[in-house]
């Protein structure tokens, strides 16, 4: 069956950096749009970041545009998240997840598969 695990979370201090990871398993990585999605306590599921099935293409939110960086390596079926600067309000579950259909977007509605999300805290 289809597996995405994340890793790389933790606390960091206010303008640290973290890099998160996305192991797929089970599925044609590279047939797979993948995105970053984020959920904080009491707050909806919001997006991050996405990238096209060659990583020729991608798009953020206005939020963490210039900060945070995404990137895929067909070849070991991981996508990354690189992030910098981190604020506080970048305090988060942070989810990977796989859209078999379309272009990039931003809904996490055309999504097909998520991952279990990792912690990422953010101290002022």
């Known amino acids: 069956q289809v597996q995405l695990v994340e890793s790389g979370g933790g606390l960091v201090q206010a303008g640290g950096s973290l890099r998160l990871s996305c192991a797929a398993s089970?599925?044609?990585?590279?047939?797979?749009?993948m995105g970053w999605f984020r959920q904080a306590p009491g707050k909806e599921r919001e997006f991050v970041a996405a990238?096209?099935?060659?990583?020729?293409?991608?798009y953020y939110a206005d939020s963490v545009k210039g900060r945070f960086t995404i990137s895929r390596d067909n070849a070991k079926n991981t996508v990354y998240l690189q992030m910098n600067s981190l604020k506080p309000e970048d305090t988060a579950v942070y989810y990977c997840?796989?859209?078999?259909?379309?272009?990039?977007?931003?809904?996490?509605?055309?999504?097909?598969?998520w991952g279990q999300g990792t912690q990422v805290t953010v101290s002022s």
């Open positions: 990238i096209s099935r060659r990583g020729g293409s991608t």
């Open positions: 997840a796989a859209a078999m259909r379309g272009v990039i977007t931003a809904s996490p509605y055309d999504y097909d598969y």
């Open positions: 089970g599925l044609t990585f590279s047939s797979y749009i």
